[in-house]
T-cell receptor, first 113, second 109 residues
Framework: DSGVTQTPKHLITATGQRVTLRCSPRSGDLSVYWYQQSLDQGLQFLIQYYNGEERAKGNILERFSAQQFPDLHSELNLSSLELGDSALYFCASSVTTTADTQYFGPGTRLTVL | EDQVTQSPEALRLQEGESSSLNCSYT??????LFWYRQDPGKGPEFLFTLYSAGEEKEKERLKATLTKKESFLHITAPKPEDSATYLCAVQDYGQNFVFGPGTRLSVLP
């Protein structure tokens, strides 16, 4: 158990809908990272937050957005969902702004029908 | 654009048969190279971070090394519980991460 929690574990929804994924980092970690893992694309970095502020952006679509709240939990919002958005979404956390040691959560499996 | 490739795609070893996994990378400015282990349906588990060419790190049966163009993950006398997908990733100074496709390792008893 990494200490990072993600909810929900599974999510099934329809195309065009909007969903919110939630992540609670390990106690004491200030950075949160979001990743998408699909069979054809592998693990892709989406976005990083540090202590409430956006720190780095990867291959995040404009339909996706994230935020980190004062209690350091983070949410990833996915809107106008498409079939291709079906994937495992992982959250990771680390103590500092650099990802020297990232701890990954168990993931949320999103299925878009 | 940063790129990471890994070879082989899959590797089957007998228990005790040592081998190496390769990670080749191109990056604008390497801030760090990371190795992770991932079991099916689970999140990646951190193994090592390497920062500069010539650096080596060890943990139990695993040893990671780094050159200017590639990294190797050496597995000595593997056990069945070492079976997993091993992922390599690079981070550039823009804080972007790029992951390789992984090597699926199977260790047979």
């Amino acid at each position: 158990d990494s200490g990072v929690t993600q909810t929900p574990k599974h999510l099934i929804t329809a195309t065009g809908q909007r969903v919110t994924l939630r992540c609670s980092p390990r106690s004491g970690d200030l950075s949160v990272y979001w990743y998408q893992q699909s069979l054809d694309q592998g693990l892709q970095f989406l976005i990083q937050y540090y202590n409430g502020e956006e720190r780095a952006k990867g291959n995040i679509l404009e339909r996706f957005s994230a935020q980190q709240f004062p209690d350091l939990h983070s949410e990833l919002n996915l809107s106008s969902l498409e079939l291709g958005d079906s994937a495992l979404y992982f959250c990771a956390s680390s103590v500092t702004t650099t990802a020297d040691t990232q701890y990954f959560g168990p993931g949320t499996r999103l299925t878009v029908l | 654009e940063d790129q990471v490739t890994q070879s082989p795609e899959a590797l089957r070893l007998q228990e005790g048969e040592s081998s190496s996994l390769n990670c080749s990378y191109t990056v604008s400015g390497l801030r760090g190279l990371f190795w992770y282990r991932q079991d099916p349906g689970k999140g990646p588990e951190f193994l090592f971070t390497l920062y500069s060419a010539g650096e080596e790190k060890e943990k139990e049966r695993l040893k990671a090394t780094l050159t200017k163009k590639e990294s190797f993950l050496h597995i000595t006398a593997p056990k069945p519980e070492d079976s997993a997908t091993y992922l390599c990733a690079v981070q550039d100074y823009g804080q972007n991460f790029v992951f390789g496709p992984g090597t699926r390792l199977s260790v047979l008893p």
